[in-house]
């Protein structure tokens, strides 16, 4: 019997974490490690406690990841890389795999210390969206971090990958050859993953009222400025023309877009909503949001989706994998998703929706 840990910090990782446990694993001993970084990490633990899937649960409180001081962000992380040890509940556990995902340094600290102890221990990414396919395997994505990984710890983290599990196999853009890609079942109403996750949710109620032609704008945290004041100017003419329903980024301000603003307020996840099947017929709409591709990706749900990225970067100077990410996805999985090249554009196709 193999020994697994899976490594989660969101709803979504948790989904997918399940779909893979069930799916592949079922048979092995498999360990999870929940990363708190906001208050949801109590339901994560009693999803996987009611789910009678996973031999040990623990979590690992590494605070907000947001951190805009760029000295204090690289200083965390160096600490939590240094000491990882203390913050892990079996730290002289070996395993045979472990599964993380590649949107946060923490995990692959994790994963560095176990390989110390067993140096045959296997690196398996996961299913996290679309980074997981435009970026992911890139040798020229997020420097900082490989830099940082490999001063710590001596070598590149992504060519220890073995394996990645994702939905859609034909999407990713892959520099590492050697890596087996590997489809993950699409939840759907009839299978066995999706009764037990609807089972497992049963007790989380929507407290969001959403039309079934409302507008939904998803709000992304940007570093570049140009992006980002963009962002702000366009959203809030689709706020106030078209009365779009807002749903802020995690580090995004309470009242970003001002106080006379329909926010999404509900209290459970977006893949949550998708989960009890809470969305027929809207429009999503971002300057490239990973959310909104997810109704179509995991559970073949057809919503319209718009993405803005072309307006503010019509020569595809910081969005080329973007727009390399979206074609592919139009093609292989005819997926309804619209990409406007001017603003005038996309106010004649929301007028249209009125």
Known sequence: MKKNLFIASTHYQLINVI?????????????????????????????????LLFNNISIVDIGNQYEKNKFKYIKKRIIFAKKVKKYIENPLKEYDCIFIVDTEIFSKAIFYHYRKLNYKTKLVYYEDGTGSYSYLFLKNKRIFNKILLKVLFGYNLDRKCSLLYVYEPSLVQNDYKNIVIKKLPKLNVDGEVYGLLRKLYLGFKSEQIIGSKDVIIFDSDWNKKSISDFQKSIFSVLIDKYGAVMKLHPSSAKNKYGTNVSYWNSKIGFEMELLLGNFQGNTLISVFSTACIVPKLVFDTDLEVIFLYKIIDSKLKMFSNSDKFVSSIIKNMGANVIVPDSKEELYNLLEKKK
């Not at 893979?20 to 092995?28: E, H």
């Open 19 to 51: 779909n893979m446990v069930m799916t592949f694993y079922n048979n092995d001993e498999n360990d999870i490690v929940l990363l708190k970084i906001n208050d949801k990490c109590s339901e994560l633990y009693d999803i996987c406690s009611k789910s």
